[in-house]
């Protein structure tokens, strides 16, 4: 089955700096990703995600990289304000079929200090 | 967007009583949907993979008998915890995805606090 590692497990920031949360996957079949903000006592909230046919994607001062060969993708969050503090996953599955559950890897709680 | 509804968002039961929490898709039918469970600073588990009109699959270490699922209708999912326990405790998650689309949408979690 999938795989989805993810690193740092934690990270912290100064308001206006950059953040960049790499992940890792193991199945090849694998073609849709997705990254998901978390906020405390809350449900995932999808923010941008990724399909296999493009290397990068952005919105706003979200953005996301993809390199299937290596088989890593990269969530970047610019301009870092404190209300993005929050538990950040990201997850990967194959999207032929609405029937594949997504494999998470294991969150990084991102602060921001003003 | 699509929205799951989940509820209820916290409930607190004693231990041996069942807990019921809903699923619902509400502006897309949802084949399948997907239940997780999440412990305090975790990922979020696979518990079991809901399909509409047929059984649950339920992931390798879950008990079916103890973690009811019902999925009777496009649009609603249903997880019993059946005779609950101290270590159900936990944040429950429900999950759904719209046939037409990859994006999965996520309910707001039930916190379940077995006494």
């Known amino acids: 089955g999938e795989n989805v590692e993810q690193h740092p497990s934690t990270l912290s920031v100064q308001e206006g700096d950059s953040a960049v949360i790499k992940c890792t996957y193991s199945?090849?079949?694998?073609?849709?990703f997705p990254w998901y903000k978390q906020e405390l006592g809350k449900g995932p909230q999808l923010i941008i995600d990724i399909r296999s046919n493009v290397g990068e994607k952005k919105d706003q001062r979200i953005a996301v990289t993809l390199n299937k060969t290596a088989k890593h993708f990269s969530l970047h969050i610019t301009e870092t304000q404190p209300e993005d503090s929050a538990v950040y996953f990201c997850a990967a599955t194959p999207n032929s079929n609405s029937g594949y559950a997504l494999n998470f890897g294991k969150g990084t709680s991102l602060l921001v200090t003003p | 967007g699509a929205v799951v509804s989940q509820h209820p968002s916290r409930v607190i039961c004693k231990s041996g009583t069942s807990v019921k929490i809903e699923c619902r898709s509400l502006d897309f039918q949802a084949t399948t949907m997907f239940w997780y469970r999440q412990f305090p600073k975790q990922s979020l588990m696979l518990m079991a993979t809901?399909?509409?009109?047929?059984?649950?699959?339920?992931e390798q270490g879950v008990e079916k008998d103890k973690f009811l699922i019902n999925h009777a209708s496009l649009t609603l999912s249903t997880l019993t915890v059946t005779s609950a326990h101290p270590e159900d405790s936990s944040f429950y998650i429900c999950?759904?995805?719209?046939?037409?689309?990859?994006?999965?949408?996520f309910g707001q979690g039930t916190r379940l606090t077995v006494v």
């Open positions: 809901s399909n509409e009109g047929s059984k649950a699959t339920y």
């Open positions: 999950s759904a995805r719209d046939f037409k689309n990859t994006e999965a949408f």
């Open positions: 199945d090849s079949a694998s073609n849709y």
